[in-house]
């Protein structure tokens, strides 16, 4: 460890900031140097599995901005490398470059048995969800047929508050569903 590194790590505006940042796991990053104290102290977002939250944590992505992303990776787009987040955000990677060692792209092969098929409930048809669901068809049906009547479902709260299901049903359901 150099002289320099070593005092740097002493300074107490930077243990401050550490300090936040190790106890809120969705501070917000203000500065490039918060991403930079993050990334020393092991932080990275996975860009294959970023949530809203974790794309703001980013200083200047927007909610407009990490919306879009998630709702990409939903549908199945796979985003390899930082020219791929550039162009799914339409900006210049340049503006992406200082985030490059924070974010992590990981490959999950969608064929493979370690990673769970998920269906989107509020838009998958009976035999879309047969096909995923470990459940009998009559609670397909069930989910189907509510959805048609009262609407899309906002979350799994909503799902088993509508269809009255156990909660074990619901630990069950959750691995495989989207919203």
Known sequence: MTFSSWTRKLNPHRQAISKRIMSDPYYRFRSMEEVAIAVELGITIDVNQATVDDWLRLP???IHQAK????????GVELLCIEDLAAALSIPVQRLN???DILVFSYRDPQ???TRPK???NHGTVEELEGI?????????????NRQEKGYYRNLVDLQQRLGLSGSMISELMHYLQF
């Not at 879009?68 to 549908?75: Q, S, Y």
């Not at 669901?133 to 047929?145: C, F, G, T």
């Open 68 to 75: 879009t992303l998630v709702e990409l990776v939903k549908m």
């Open 98 to 100: 200082p985030f490059a």
């Open 119 to 121: 269906i989107h409930i």
């Open 112 to 114: 493979s048995l370690l």
């Open 133 to 145: 669901l470990p459940v009998n068809s009559a609670i397909i049906q069930e989910i189907v047929n």
């Open 60 to 62: 200047g992505i927007s």
